[in-house]
């Protein structure tokens, strides 16, 4: 007959042995995460066991918004009709105009043969909260794939692009923010139509323009777009404009800070633009891309 | 357990739903929509070790590394990096949990600040390793707050086990 020890003393195993177990689980999903991107599954269904979390977390900014806006006089409202109004009727003869351009630059086209432009369709979402990782930067939005969200749709706001979608649940989707480390765009001057890399800032909130020569056509204050060679942003929306530029001789490259010109703590809305049909599918664009940096870990961007 | 108490006190039994709830309020408070705010004091780790120390029996290294998945997701960060860091911080407050009684609460609360900096020198090191740059020092603010938001957690997380049934001054319960 097996002693039994009584159940008070039953403790199962060691707390050794249970934290190497742990341990070696969550280094399992870290690299499974990081190098393969084989957790999404997992990623989902903790997900939408998360997601009650947060939308509770969220109830007292919710809150204070809404105490917020009925709180804001009406004066301030009347103020900002009347202004709102004048610029709708200074905007009209341009939206007029705009009208027959479309309408004859459609014919042009059809002329020419081009293939036509899909417009591009835009799903409106709303800023959750910003990410609290310290490590990267990234906001959710409350619309999902039950929305039509998928991975790599570039993200503006109305005055510039803010970034890019990294990641799609079914009811909220990641947004990595341009000054994130890792991101980068593509970008035009607008002034002389320059092409350049911009990548997320050392700095917190700014960008850098990466390996662009000293001698480079680039000034101050220059107003930068996406020049959309990369089929994943649309072309002429504003990112950013630039801070500071440091030429020094010793190097080949200049040393350029970019403010970007949307920004996220500012309003909550934000248009999820989905990338036009006729892109070609950037994984594929991207593999021989990647093969002289081997040794980088390869990150994917869809 | 408590054998600092001023009177000398027995503590009623602690709850399970009343853990359970401080430990989804810390949670919730981490999912808060910090702006991007550096510094901002990990209270669920706090509130683990809290419920680690007294309660190891209830709470263990199984439910640390629960919860930090679920902070995984709910931060979009590295899948099982909270996961891995508030499993160490949980064996590490196991560790200590016999002894650390016997220390006054801000004495305890060095112990825990050392707890809470190993944790997120952990995470430092894992995201580093997995290509993240350096958030700079206020990254590690948190666990000073922490640490000296320990007495006041501890009071108020002993607090139910305290509310005795029936009073009687002469009793120590």
Redesign the interface.
């Known amino acids: 007959m097996e002693h039994q020890p009584p159940p008070f003393f039953n403790?199962g195993p060691a707390?050794?042995v249970?934290?190497t177990f742990?341990?070696s689980?969550?280094?399992?999903?870290?690299v499974?995460?990081?190098r393969f991107r084989y957790?999404e599954n997992?990623?989902q269904v903790?997900?939408l066991?998360?997601y009650p979390?947060?939308r509770?977390?969220?109830a007292?900014?919710d809150l204070f918004h809404s105490v917020a806006n009925y709180f804001a006089s009406t004066a301030a409202l009347q103020e900002e009709n009347t202004a709102l109004r004048t610029k709708q009727l200074r905007a009209a003869p341009e939206l007029l105009r705009l009208e027959s351009l479309q309408e004859e630059n459609r014919q042009l086209r059809r002329l020419l043969d081009a293939q036509e432009r899909l417009p591009s369709k835009s799903v409106f979402a709303e800023i959750?909260?910003?990410?609290?990782?310290?490590?990267?930067?990234?906001v959710?939005i409350d619309k999902g794939s039950t929305n039509g969200i998928l991975a790599g749709q570039p993200v503006i706001d109305d005055v510039g692009v803010i970034g890019q979608v990294t990641?799609v649940y079914l009811l909220m989707s990641?947004v990595t923010l341009l000054s994130d480390?890792?991101q980068a765009i593509p970008l035009q001057v607008q002034r002389n139509g320059l092409r350049a890399v911009a990548y997320g800032g050392?700095e917190?909130g700014m960008l850098d323009l990466r390996f662009m020569a000293a001698n480079a056509d680039i000034r101050n204050g220059d107003t930068l777009v996406t020049s959309g060679i990369d089929g994943t942003y649309p072309p002429g929306l504003p990112v950013a404009t630039v801070a500071r530029i440091e030429r020094d001789a010793a190097y080949a490259f200049a040393k350029i800070s970019l403010t970007p010109t949307a920004g996220t703590?500012r309003y909550r809305e934000v248009l999820v633009l989905s990338s036009e049909a006729k892109a070609p599918p950037p994984a594929e664009a991207e593999k021989p891309a990647q093969k002289p940096s081997r040794s980088k870990?390869p990150r994917k961007r869809e | 357990m408590e054998l600092r108490e001023q009177p000398q006190r027995i503590l009623l039994p602690a709850k399970v739903s009343f853990i359970a709830l401080t430990l989804?309020l810390a949670?919730?408070f981490?999912?808060?929509?910090?702006?991007?705010i550096?510094g901002?004091p990990d209270l669920t780790a706090a509130v683990l070790a809290f419920w680690c120390i007294h309660q190891p029996?209830r709470v263990?290294?199984?439910i640390?590394?629960t919860l930090?998945?679920?902070l995984?997701?709910?931060?979009?960060?590295?899948?099982?990096?909270h996961?891995?860091s508030y499993?160490?911080l949980?064996?590490l407050a196991?560790?200590v949990h016999r002894r650390i009684h016997w220390f006054p609460l801000w004495q305890q609360a060095l112990h825990l600040l050392l707890l809470l900096l190993l944790t997120q020198l952990l995470t430092l090191v894992?995201?580093i390793a997995?290509?993240?740059?350096f958030?700079g020092w206020i990254?590690f603010a948190g666990s000073f707050i922490c640490a000296a938001l320990w007495p006041v957690l501890s009071f108020l997380l002993l607090l139910p086990q305290r509310q005795a049934e029936m009073m009687d001054e002469n009793r120590p319960i």
């Not at chain 1, 689980?25 to 870290?30: H, K, Q």
């Not at chain 1, 959750?128 to 990234?138: H, N, Q, V």
């Open positions: 403790r707390p050794l249970r934290v742990f341990v689980l969550a280094i399992l999903l870290m499974l995460d990081a957790a997992v990623r903790v997900a066991a998360a979390i947060q509770v977390a969220m007292p900014v959750l909260y910003a990410g609290r990782d310290p490590f990267s930067r990234k959710v990641r990641e480390k890792d050392v917190g703590d870990r | 989804a949670l919730l981490n999912l808060l929509p910090w702006r991007n550096a901002v029996r263990g290294i199984g640390a590394w930090g998945l679920l995984d997701v709910g931060n979009g960060a590295l899948l099982g990096q996961a891995l499993a160490v949980a064996f196991l560790a894992i995201r997995a290509g993240a740059g958030p990254y």
